[in-house]
């Protein structure tokens, strides 16, 4: 039933919509403002607020009616003055620095890692509950690192009003899309390797990437030469291993991530992870295929129906009318859509599993995930 | 050394250059005829020859300099009749029927595996070598299946100019292009499992589905609904499961070519294969993600190395420069790239590895393999 939602929403500007509107109109073109303006909220700060993944912070806190009771907008100096409409109120955009912080209750950086490790601990000191969307901090102990459906546990000890300053790291978006179907099955059955390979989206890398993949592919239809300033290749109409820097083992950051987060999210140190990263000419949702093997046995009606009631995941796995997640149906959806259930012919038993997950990266992948963050705060 | 030859032919329309131009004229631009007609060569016929593969058998007998004495060239009623110049010579398209093959020594087949299984039967009986690019043959027991560089041994009893006819399945293309760069390392480690991902373009659906990319990404660029006919969803800035069918055991039957045909072609029934394939908005090449698991210890260095040796291998593999394989820069070449070669971090000691793997569909993945199987029988 719920994949019947999915159905929706198929015009082609779907995929182009992306947060930076700045009006309080909601991306269902409905104007009814469901104001989370209010007296006894918290105050907010939104770090990089100009950026793909900060607008879409504004979109989620109003799409789920967060409470509030301010929000200063921040940026780098190139964006301070600006002005910025957001639920029917004007704001001036700030420029970040270290007084941004006072009388601020939750933080929500996505300015990249530098100034999160700048001003990330600045805010904590000033009581400041911060939800960080870089790398800066993920991995560091003591940080907790969530995803709210999987292990909101590890940040159970963070309250807001405690009148002591944290710091929480959101996860990596690859690493939040692969484990919200991955973790219901192995809460059944203990994932004890996972194959993953990564069809990752534009937005990964920023609006400007979105943007220089819209352009590119204008000028390749026009027969010209593409334009390559985000990237050192061409991206319209091909696909290239993700642009995170390689590491002495041969992995790249961002495959890395999923394996480290991986462990750290589950809190098993022993599970065992490989990761693929392919960047493909796709707008603003991922897709990724997940080989799992099991300690225990799952067969893949069951493991359907776990993820059917899982929350946060829809379930699209229509053979018949070969219907299965795709980016296009995810983008701008809340829920990390999952199908390609089967069980894997290359183990034996009813020890492994194939799945393909979908998710839009910008919103599960980064600011949800993060508002939601927030949400177990308060 | 190998891989400098892949920084050429980066413009834009390279990866739109597809088989059709139905001249003589080959894609560097050069006039110089390399004539294959020669008195003493075997008769050809191509079926399917205004098909996307039949296309580009043209290019690749005039490529390589194929010897031949004449050529028939057949397709459906809808063609006949049509004119067609190759290598400076004008042919009429004639309708493909039973009486196509009297005196003819070797037939070409790209006409679907309908068309295979009426017609290649006929072709065989009246002592022609058929070799099929459609799945019509492949897993039947005493065709053989080959890739020239991996099992050339398998036909080593059918020669040209023994009278008798015979038929061999060329390969599908992702089994192509993972086993050219999987079977040297199999051949020194042997591969007990692998895990396929794969990223394929549109020329697999045939030259209308690379028209239909291109027209639905020109009409969602214009913010158009996309115009759906190949595909029964947005393919532009989309990917999706592949369009094969799903089988019972929710498998397609893209993936299940990928599990059987490898077994067929090692001639290794035990070989653990699982595969996803997803269709990527890329024209004529396509890549793979693969996961290797080894009997034997096989460490990244010796597995470069004997990648670096293959025949019709180039390893690309840049890690500092972050220059790995991509679809654009293998479409029209013939060899196979592999990169992202390291040391699979999810398998203890040195049993795993994990490759990136990209190679024309058009061309390694069908018409060329067909070619270099029709070699072999010369």
Redesign the interface.
Known sequence: MQAAAYHNH????T??ARGGRNSSKNRSGNFTVRMGLKEDGPSLAVVGVTGAVGQEFLHVLSDRDFPYRSIRMLASKRSAGNHLTFEDKEYIIEELNEDSFGGIDIALFSAGGSISKKFGPVAVSQGCIVIDNSSAFRMEEGVPLIIPEVNPQAMDHIKLGSGKGALIANPNCSTIICLMAATPLHRHAKVI???V?T?QAASGAGAAAMEE??LQ?????E????TCKIF???Y??????H?A??LS????EEEMKL?KETRKIWNDMNV???A?C?R????RAH?E?V?LQFEKPLD?DSAREILRSAAGVVVIDE??S?H?P???EVSNKDDVAV?????????DGYY?L?I?VCGDQIRKGAALNAIQIAELAL
């Open positions: 198929r015009t082609s500007s995929f182009l390797r996972m194959v390979s069809y993949l819209e592919t204008r000028e390749v239809l027969g010209k030469e593409p050192k290749q061409q319209a109409f091909n696909l290239f291993s642009n820097p390689v083992n041969g992995y790249n394996v065992k992870v490989t693929t392919i493909v000419p796709v707008m897709a295929s080989n893949e053979r018949d070969n299965f795709t980016p296009l199908g390609r259930i089967r069980q894997d012919v290359s183990q492994g194939d393909f």
